[in-house]
């Protein structure tokens, strides 16, 4: 029984605000406006704060694992693999496919990722988490745009257009934040308190704003017609992907804080990204955005389910 209520302590709070979001939509106290404002107010400012600052604190010496960060890239890349080869003989529609493979492995990291961390470990802990992050990120990126051009429907869209994919990778604002942030944890480099303090203020709201923002992007369309990609999609990113890599994580003996990471890691639900990826492609953006929303509902009672096994089994 307190294996459950520390599990229910640490995932209600977090999908509270997300509820808290959803209500706000729902009495027109926020709209699409506020939505996309605060977005590109997350995006581009608060959350690279955030990761910066979550870097910065981190003690690279005693958390960077170069087995961690090749066993997540080698599990990513060989889930996308696979789900490409065996994922065709099931969707013939090619845009549809690769939203599916998509949404299959792309969690999201950010908003759910690092205030689970924060409640399982505390800031102390969350080193393990952020390392993760700062790879995921860019990794995330460049097998999102692989995949969606690979299944595309337009025969020229198919094409891998690299340098196109590295300008991508290298603009967005969380990688940025990545990088600038790895030089002076690596280096141990003090920066001024005036400095650290108004970007840890800043980075301070990404959490509880990106939840409730998260919770005020939900839309209940009807997702009768696509109920089959949504089912296999969510299925997988939900309970076979998070099965199959802990798993393996276990047997490859990482220490609890680690296996912390790669759980939050696969057991996130889909990443809005992958809806605005979907949609700044060409692909069905109404679909991928259905995955999204299915996939952090049940991610409440997939999350809880996993925590409370794993503490109970004494992982955590």
Known sequence: MQNLLTCLNIIVPIFALVGLGCFLRRMHI????????GSHILFYVVLPCSLFMNLYNSDFS????????LFVVITHVGTVLLLSMVMPHFFKDRSQCGI??????RGNMILLGLPLAYNMFGQAGM???????????????????????VFSDEEDERKIHWGGILVKIFKNPLVIGT???????????????????TVSSIGGIGATFGLILLGAQIRLPSMRQNKVPIAVAVGIKLVIFPLAVMALAFWMGFN????GAVFILVSAPMSISSFVM???MGH???LAGQMVFVSTILSMFTLLGGLYLLTVFGIL
């Open 62 to 69: 005693t958390v960077f694992n170069p087995k961690l960060v």
């Open 284 to 286: 069905d953006g109404e």
């Open 256 to 259: 609890s804080r680690e296996l």
């Open 100 to 105: 599916v493979i998509q949404g299959a492995f």
């Open 179 to 197: 990088l600038v942030a790895v030089p002076f944890a690596l280096l141990r480099i003090p920066l001024p308190h005036i400095i650290t303090d």
């Open 30 to 37: 926020t709209n699409d406006n506020f939505i996309q404002v």
């Open 278 to 280: 979907a949609n700044s």
């Open 127 to 149: 080193g393990p988490t952020s390392l993760v992050m700062a790879y995921t990120i860019p990794l995330y990126n460049i097998l999102g745009v692989i995949t969606l051009s």
